[in-house]
């Protein structure tokens, strides 16, 4: 970006705080290419998304989604979403170690 157009707004989780890189990233899968595919038929499943490759398992709860997910791709960072429900950022910064409470000092 030039100097002269402005930085697009940080997304904030619902404490306010900046999401982090891998929430961003799982996030904007989720929006762009999953969330239209995914949320007519897996309302209320979770849905784990491999960030750097867009790879994505869907079963009934976060460890079955996370447990499918790392039998296709054993590394790297996974974003964890429930399809269709209200967003819970502070899970993704959970799931990568950061926790919550840490980032509301």
Known sequence: MSASTPE????Q???GQPLDD????????Y????????????VGEVVAIHVDSGDY???SSSPEALRAMRRMRPAGLLFLY???????HGLARRMAGLG???RRK
């Open 8 to 11: 697009p707004a940080a997304r």
């Open 13 to 15: 989780d619902q404490y």
């Open 22 to 29: 891998v929430t961003r990233r799982g996030l904007a899968i």
């Open 31 to 42: 929006e762009t290419r999953l969330g239209p595919l995914l949320e007519s038929a897996h």
């Open 57 to 59: 398992a869907v079963a």
């Open 82 to 88: 429930t399809i269709g429900a209200a967003t819970d």
């Open 100 to 102: 919550t409470e840490a």
